[in-house]
């Protein structure tokens, strides 16, 4: 297995999500995801971007040119946040900041 076909298994399997549920997520079929994850075959350069905005990383990071998984600053507010692939609405924010801003209290 090359490295982008562990990463993909080991993304989606940090998700808890079947490949038919991150197929569906990616607007592909089974068989396509399961290709890729087993290395059969390789996503086009869209699908590779589509991939890596799905699980929060870079396409570096998916093809192995990069070990660095993204961090990010949750104070700052101009930045999206995801989860599952969808955006985390502005309002569960809110609520994110006010429990780790508790912790310091």
Request: proline share 3%.
């Amino acid at each position: 297995m090359n490295t982008m076909t562990l990463r993909l298994k080991e993304l989606r399997e940090q998700r808890a999500w079947t490949k038919t549920e991150t197929a569906k997520r990616l607007n592909v079929g089974t068989s396509t995801y399961s290709n890729w994850e087993y290395g059969l075959r390789e996503p086009d350069i869209e699908r590779l971007s589509q991939l890596a905005d799905l699980y929060g990383v870079t396409v570096d990071y998916l093809l192995g040119r990069s070990d660095q998984l993204p961090s990010v600053d949750l104070a700052q507010s101009k930045i999206t946040f995801m989860y599952e692939g969808e955006k985390v609405p502005e309002s569960e924010m809110k609520i994110v900041r006010r429990l780790l801003n508790s912790k310091n209290d």
